[in-house]
Nanobody
Framework: QVQLVESGGGLAQAGGSLRLSCAAAFENMFSINFMAWYRQVPGKQREVVAGITSDGTTTYVDSVKGRFTISTDSAENTVNLQMKSLKPEDTAVYYC??????????????WGQGTQVTVSS
């Protein structure tokens, strides 16, 4: 199994910054090839905010480009999301996501428990 534990988040004012971190703990049989941050507001579908592959390729949803940065720390098995110039519309529950392969062929998806980000105007 892969366990994802998120930290960070909380309350920020518009224009401010927050940093989310997600620590992954997993058995040696798993190899994580992709990690991402999703977010969800009540009544809406969960959307991907940013993703990063094992080779460091990053992707962002248009609404956060230039403001959010996703990064990984392979030594600590963490994925971070640095959020700057926050807007009230960034308010959501943010979820860490990992895609892992076992035995080099079975693919699994894992989710963190979610962390609330609230941006006040």
């Amino acid at each position: 199994q892969v366990q994802l534990v998120e930290s960070g988040g909380g309350l920020a004012q518009a224009g401010g910054s927050l940093r989310l971190s997600c620590a992954a703990a997993f058995e040696n049989m798993f190899s994580i090839n992709f990690m991402a941050w999703y977010r969800q507001v009540p009544g809406k579908q969960r959307e991907v905010v940013a993703g990063i592959t094992s080779d460091g390729t990053t992707t962002y949803v248009d609404s956060v480009k230039g403001r959010f940065t996703i990064s990984t720390d392979s030594a600590e098995n963490t994925v971070n999301l640095q959020m700057k110039s926050l807007k009230p519309e960034d308010t959501a529950v943010y979820y860490c996501y990992a895609r892992a392969v076992r035995d080099k062929r079975y693919e699994f998806q894992f989710w963190g428990q979610g962390t609330q980000v609230t941006v006040s105007s």
